[in-house]
């Protein structure tokens, strides 16, 4: 019998489902639950042999779906029985506690066979009777289920939920699925998949068809990662990785650039072990596991009982998208409720990565702000081809699903307010210092911004745009030599994490009472909080870009502005005007399924921002590294 959790609804029991009596059975047949355990031979038998009744079926929307005939045999239970089932038991029947105390210590004792984690993100075309829908999912696995929340009446609901599922039998392995409208009560579509046929440690991201259901057009996006029960990955000692690498490097070299553009490279990673992890068990130990996630491919190791060293020893690849993401690995503590209690994370770049260095990096909390206690070690190996990277560079981001909501903070918002006021002020200077060239207090001063004005419009060609903006980067090259660089070894981090690091402090301790008065416009501060978000980071990678903090997109637009300095030089600039606009509106006649973009915004998206370097630094740990 299945409750409101559950993805399908086996056919009801007319009667026992339904609240009425059954239809069949006989005047003598016990119709009370408790009656079926009263130890009292069955009156339709003398010798206590089996009873045949029939029962009608119904379906979700308690139509006739057939009957079943039914065996039934009443055997008395011992009066130790008897008290036993009395006490597990509630008017005649086991509690739902109960119930998931004997199916959870069920699950422990059996090992799994595969680790299942899903990503439920959206959905596109969902609606009942041409009318968008409440819709929720179920997930049925074996024994297995998960339900998702509802979403209210859209037809493209985002969901973004992740959850893990498990195989016990190998003869099982069918993920079902259906799409459920709450209001309804109807089957919007189904989506079963074989498991058996999704390959082991990897991520496969795909928008499945509902069928079966009120709409034909419906779909979901589901991004399914299938482990083994040892854990994704395989033994370092067991794989010959030379042979490998040296195919790829010349798979991604300079010469073969234009073979496969949207192939940027491979990341493999060697996770050998932790050390000094926090404990969560009684007794003073930790089941620990680790997830490692590249943007949205995700694999997971297997589970190291007892113990706060676990040695995993598993090498992981992992196809690179975009060489600007980071990877990410986090350590858990496994619980037998699947409860995975957080021990630690690190954000690793992939442009910083050494190649094939051994090292610890200490473990920080799950805001990646603070140190926690725990190191890992890894090894990384990074091949990619910079001019594909290049081109990648300047088109959308990855979206990463499963990413943390933004909530309004009193502090935080204070603090973007405080920034943009900053830049406000130093606009207002410099009106201010033209304002006073104007009034001509200072004659010497403003005579030679008189002259410089002058000539500078007498002589100046479009060209010269990119030269300045060459200029700027170049004056800041030079001052980052002499000044900023010293500041970071003197000081072991960079000056922005300080200030970044001081305001998430600030953050943390913002004071709950703001929140409660300003409650009933929640929503608006938030939105407005987003886009003083928005353009905060917008000035502050603006920033960065100037200052060489990514050296990498520094050089790369400073070969951007080169060329176009040569063909403004060279080209008239109506030409340049013509080939863009001719470029811009044949998109959609040469690809219909383009999606227009921001070059420039998808250029500065790269550039991290002042969070994202205090959340990308690690700090090296002096821990002996066994070679």
Known sequence: MLNEHHVYRKPKIAGELCGTEPRSL???????????????????SVDGGPTEIQVFL??????????????????????????????????????????????????????????VNIVLVEGKGVRVDEKAADAFCKFKLGEEKYKSKVCGAQEEPKWIEQFDMHVFDAADQVLQ????????????????????????????????????????????????????????GEAIDEFNYNDIRNSRIQKYDLTNSFNDVSDIGTLTVK????????????????????????VNTRVQTNTIYKT???????IYTFVVKDIHTCLQVTIFDEDPNNRFEFL???????????????????????????????????????????????????????IKYLSQEQKFKASLFRTYFGELKEVVNVLANYKNHVEYLLSWHSRPKSLTAYVIFMLFVYFFEIFFIPLMILAIFGYNFVRNKT??????????????????????????????????????????????????????????????????????????????????????????????????????????????????????????????????LQEQSNVRVNRPINL
């Open 26 to 44: 006989p005047p003598e047949f016990p119709t009370h639950r408790s009656e079926f355990f009263n130890p009292v031979p069955c009156n339709n």
């Open 58 to 115: 119904e379906d979700e929307v308690s139509k006739p779906a057939g009957n079943v005939s039914i065996c039934v045999t009443v055997t008395p239970l011992t009066q130790q029985e008897v008290l036993q089932f009395q006490q597990k038991a509630t008017k005649g029947v086991f509690s739902d506690r109960e119930k998931e105390k004997k199916r959870a210590s069920g699950n422990n004792q059996q090992e799994w066979l595969k680790l």
């Open 177 to 232: 699925m259906a799409c459920i409208d709450r209001n309804s009560n109807l089957i919007i579509g189904r989506v079963a998949i074989d498991l058996t046929s999704v390959s082991l440690d990897e991520t496969h991201q795909q928008w499945h068809h509902l069928e079966g259901g009120t709409c034909d057009n419906s779909q979901v996006l589901l991004l399914i990662t299938v482990s083994g029960s040892h854990g994704a």
């Open 271 to 294: 996770l050998f072990e932790a050390e000094d992890l926090i404990a969560k068990d009684f007794g003073g130990k930790s089941d620990p596991f680790a997830v490692l996630e590249l």
């Open 308 to 314: 706060l060293s676990p040695s995993w020893n598993k």
């Open 344 to 398: 630690g994370r690190v954000q690793i770049p992939l442009k910083s990565i050494r190649n094939c260095e051994k090292r610890w990096y200490a473990l920080k909390d799950e805001k990646l702000r603070k140190r926690v206690k725990g190191e890992v070690l890894l090894e990384m190996d990074v091949i990619w081809n910079p001019f594909r990277a290049a081109i990648r560079t300047f088109k959308p981001k990855e």
């Open 483 to 612: 000044v900023l660089l010293a500041d970071e070894e003197k000081n072991g981090i960079p000056r922005q994490s300080l200030r970044g690091q001081k305001s998430e402090e600030e953050d943390e301790k913002a004071n709950t009472g703001i929140r409660d008065t300003i409650s009933s416009v929640q929503e608006i501060l938030l939105s407005v909080q987003s886009y003083l978000h928005f353009a905060t980071q917008l000035l502050q990678k603006i920033r960065n870009t100037f200052n060489f903090t990514d050296i990498w997109l520094s050089t790369l637009a400073v070969i951007v502005l080169f060329i176009a300095f040569l063909l403004l030089y060279t080209v008239p600039l109506r030409w340049i005007i013509m080939v863009w606009g001719t470029n811009k509106f044949s998109k959609k006649l040469r690809n219909p399924n383009f999606v227009d973009n921001n070059e420039l915004l998808d250029f500065l998206s790269r550039v991290p921002s002042r969070t994202e």
